[in-house]
């Protein structure tokens, strides 16, 4: 593994499986997991985790499961089989929604005979800002406060951890001292353009926040020119990850 790559999550933004299966086998041994998401999965269906695991990739399922307690413990039981790594459920489900599905993935890997993946707790998305959640969702506070407060929610329903923006880890940190893992998408190199994320961060600047792992989907697949293709870029991001590492003891 390229040292600090572990801590690379590539998303697989992609909408065949051609594309999907050539960029695992490329970046193999230089990222730590590869997310398999909405797009993705709709489009070719659940053998593609069984092909990415195959291959010996580590899937994070980000199927964002929000529903009522009973059809989210199915389908978490049902993900858990599939032998992915990772995968989420929207912590405003709800406390009982999130045992339910920490209690039936549990269920769903002894089945299998795979090991239980993380569950983690999605906050609130990097698309939304300050402007959106108060005025759109009519969800009163800050976004900081909002997002600590359904980190603790999920470590109380027995999750391993959330996802959430870089900008706020370290109220995480602070709310739930003890939380085994924060995934962070929103995190653009600087030589990238942000797109549509909204509360963005560097590799370097996240990883000196506190974060776990880096959720970082096309300046990995689709790298700016002077940078060259994926496997460059991954390295650049794994250097940059490792230089954070050592400043900030991780």
Same mark, same amino acid.
């Given at each position: 593994?390229?040292?600090? !790559?572990?801590?690379?999550?590539?998303?697989?933004?992609?909408?065949?499986?051609?594309?999907?299966?050539?960029? #695992?086998?490329?970046?193999?041994?230089?990222?730590?997991?590869?997310?398999?998401?909405?797009?993705?999965?709709?489009?070719?269906?659940? !053998?593609?985790?069984?092909?990415?695991?195959?291959?010996g990739g580590k899937?994070?399922?980000?199927?964002?499961?929000?529903?009522?307690?009973?059809?989210?413990?199915? #389908?978490?039981?049902?993900v858990a089989r599939?032998?992915?790594?990772?995968?989420?459920?929207h912590a405003m489900?709800?406390?009982?929604?999130?045992?339910?599905? $920490?209690?039936?993935?549990?269920?769903?890997?002894?089945?299998? !005979?795979?090991?239980?993946?993380?569950?983690?707790?999605?906050?609130?998305?990097?698309?939304?800002?300050?402007?959106?959640?108060?005025?759109?969702?009519?969800?009163?506070?800050?976004?900081?406060?909002?997002?600590?407060?359904?980190?603790?929610? $999920?470590?109380?329903?027995?999750?391993?951890?959330?996802?959430?923006?870089?900008?706020?880890?370290?109220?995480?940190?602070?709310?739930?001292?003890?939380?085994?893992?924060?995934?962070?998408?929103?995190?653009?190199?600087?030589? $990238?353009?942000?797109?549509?994320?909204?509360?963005?961060?560097?590799?370097?600047?996240?990883?000196?926040? !506190?974060?776990?792992?880096?959720?970082?989907?096309?300046?990995?697949?689709?790298?700016?020119?002077?940078?060259?293709?994926?496997?460059?870029?991954?390295?650049?991001? $794994?250097?940059?990850?490792?230089?954070?590492?050592?400043?900030?003891?991780?």
């Open positions: 593994m390229t040292p600090g !790559g572990d801590k690379i999550i590539v998303a697989l933004d992609v909408s065949n499986e051609k594309e999907a299966l050539g960029l #695992a086998d490329v970046l193999q041994g230089h990222v730590g997991f590869f997310k398999v998401g909405l797009e993705l999965i709709h489009s070719v269906g659940t !053998g593609i985790v069984y092909k990415i695991v195959a291959g899937v994070f399922l980000d199927c964002k499961l929000h529903d009522i307690p009973n059809t989210v413990a199915g #389908a978490a039981k049902a599939l032998g992915v790594g990772m995968f989420n459920v489900g709800g406390i009982e929604m999130m045992k339910a599905a $920490a209690q039936a993935a549990a269920e769903g890997a002894a089945s299998a !005979g795979v090991p239980v993946p993380f569950i983690l707790g999605v906050t609130m998305l990097t698309s939304l800002d300050q402007r959106a959640m108060n005025e759109e969702l009519r969800v009163a506070g800050g976004v900081e406060d909002q997002v600590a407060h359904l980190a603790r929610l $999920a470590t109380t329903a027995g999750l391993d951890g959330v996802v959430a923006s870089p900008h706020e880890i370290s109220a995480i940190r602070r709310a739930v001292p003890g939380i085994r893992a924060i995934v962070t998408p929103g995190v653009r190199p600087a030589w $990238a353009a942000s797109q549509d994320q909204k509360r963005v961060l560097t590799p370097g600047e996240a990883i000196r926040q !506190g974060a776990s792992y880096l959720v970082i989907g096309r300046p990995l697949t689709r790298p700016p020119h002077n940078i060259g293709g994926p496997v460059s870029a991954a390295r650049a991001v $794994a250097a940059e990850i490792v230089a954070a590492c050592d400043s900030r003891g991780c």
